[in-house]
């Protein structure tokens, strides 16, 4: 009915007086509309229309008042989702009619046109205008390394505290000067409100220091980087949520010796390239990973090397995927421009470009980001051997965000990303670009504090129907990252404005995350409550899926403490919100030295070998490992030596008897090389069924372990591994969903982002006419422990008589 006077020009007539067909209805808008120029945008759509009213700011979102001819009133409510800013992402639409006034003109509403935001937006990747000017001589922010606009730059970063304004931010110290001033003050300006708006006049600076921290003089403190790096030297480059180490990804000798003083033996490092074009020279980029590359977010992408990638220093030793991502900051750019001799014009951004960086997080030891200048230089002063610095504070530490991208078919609706981001990640790392979107939950509840696990940790803050998961912390195994869990916490309640009435933890009392959780619960007179390793996995991909019936819940993990006080990790729950019921797990492996045998795959062989009667041959096939000779014994006198149902351990073990990781450099690199040479082979075709279930309804497979004892071919071994175990897993899924006639399923844990289990798994569940759920919009690992666990809470809070069940309530921990 509107379609033939949708073309039309907009009407021209007097405003004075409402003509007869005039409406005006209010538009409530809401999703990430705030801080990304959506007011502006609004402003000029209804100008365009011809509309008269006003728009604002407020607590919910953004609201609009529009009145004109009813058709055009009817095309603003329609176009407002289609050509929304990069930034933006509308989630609903409500209209309600009211009485025409005859208004005359659109003005962003002068009593609250500086109404301030109540969300702050995730930091985003330069866009193309403001690269456009970033190299065009004639604009006055020409090479300016902290250009931005409403559509680009950080915002996460920066912010210190809500109403996210420029006074909350670390930009509050840098007052505008006039043309800044008259940019931020004008509608009709890609800069109307950019709260990090800066120029060279009035902005943040950059320069450079050497590792003792006396300034370097050069005319050019990017070209001057580059120069370092491309005589093989290590520079650390501040950026927008933490420091990176840089160097010539080409230069072999100049990555050996950045593994060397970042005490890095084999954990793979980020590439940085200008483009997807230089991109595809590494590695095989389809077009789900290109636009997870070009997306907003810019995050590290996984993707599979090519032959080249061999020209590359050792960025990923022992694995078939390249971690890469695009230039996102201007500094980047301006690298990039330098590196190429600085040509003129902006065709080069978008041509093929041999320079490849390395740019890994400086985080020394494992310990959290480096952030702010005086600690660079102290923290770094033995990698790094220059350092390029500026005086932007950053409010807080933010990692670069990893990962992959999904299968076709295994895809789920919507994350909550730019609309015009349609690719969709598998997050094996969020951080940067997506923190802090919220992740929606299915309906409202009480406002709760998740404080996470003990790895990748992360915490979780819940408002209304909105799940706030932060940015990746790290591991909390040291006392600087136990600190930035508290200031993370602080920051988060600074932002979110939510006041919690209960704290959520992991069952385990020794993380130092529990801890902190029992005594910010005893502190503020809240109710704790622990949630069980594995039940919060699975409660994450319930919190995404928004799914509130009874599942099945398939938890294949490294380690974590049970309900029983042993150490689970491959487990079949069922799961029905606050309740979890362990319904079977995998026959469970003995874990020589405790801990240990987590770092240490022989041991694990070690411990199967002496399952099978063999124990004699462990000295022998580990004779290079010192402890090898008495390992024996301690597994005869079962000294040290935990059971653990854990889906890791059997992966270490396969790695231990297979020979491919004797001892683990870090953490899943011992599956992860698995998997590499497991997709080297290719599937094996025939599964021989070396797994059982048995009389308990247990998933044995030490008969396929036992089948790699003799093993010559490692990726043979490791294909076979892969292939029997997903049977084994099919079949006992298959096994128990039809005995407790659960049909949907939900994959957790860290498992999962083994990317062969994950992906052949979901089909074969699938092919059973089960319902598949996985974790998308948070990593599968440990990293979304703090959803499942603020999930588990809302529902114990909800459903008091479901506390027996699993989430354990308790005033602080008693
Ligand atoms: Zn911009
Ligand atoms: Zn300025």
Redesign the pocket.
Known sequence: MVMQRESAAPAERPTDTPPASSVRRGIRVSGTVQGVGFRPYVHHLAQMLSLSGWVRNDGEGVFIEAEGDPVQVARLIHELPHRAPRLAHVESIAVSELAPQGADGFVINTSLASAPATSVPADAAICESCLQELFDPANRRYLYPFINCLHCGPRFTLTRALPYDRARTTMAGFT??P???REYEDPESRRFHAEP???????PRLWLVDRHGAPVQTQDPVLHVWRLLEQGRIVAIRGIGGFHLACDARNVEAVAQLRRRKQRDEKPFAVMVLNVASARRWAQIGPQQALLLESTARPIVLATMRPAASELGAVAPGLDHLGLMLAYTPVHYLLFHAALGAPPGSAWLHAECAVALVMTSANPNGEPLVRDNDEAIRRLDEIADALLLHDRPIAVRCDDSVVRAADSGTRAPGPPQAAADAAQPVFVRRARGYAPAPIRLGRPGPSVLALGGHFKNTICATRGADAFVSQHLGDTDNAPARLLVAEAIAHWQAILGVRVIAVACDLHPDYASSALAARIAAESAVPLVAVQHHHAHIAAVLAEHQVETAVLGVALDGTGLGSDGTLWGGELLQVDGARSRRISQLCPLRLPGGERAAREPWRMGAAVLHRLGMGEQIAVRYAAMPAARQLAQVLDHDLNCPASSSMGRWFDAAAGLLGTSVVSSYEGQAAMRLEALARQHGPMHDVQGLYAIDPQGRLELIALLASLLDESDAARGSACFHGELVAGLDAWIGHHSKATGLDTVALGGGCFLNAIVSRELARMLAARGLRVLAARQVPANDGGLSLGQAWVAQRVLQEPAARDGAGRAGNGRS
């Open positions: 505008l000067c043309l800044c001033r708006n800066a120029c060279p006049i009035c902005g």
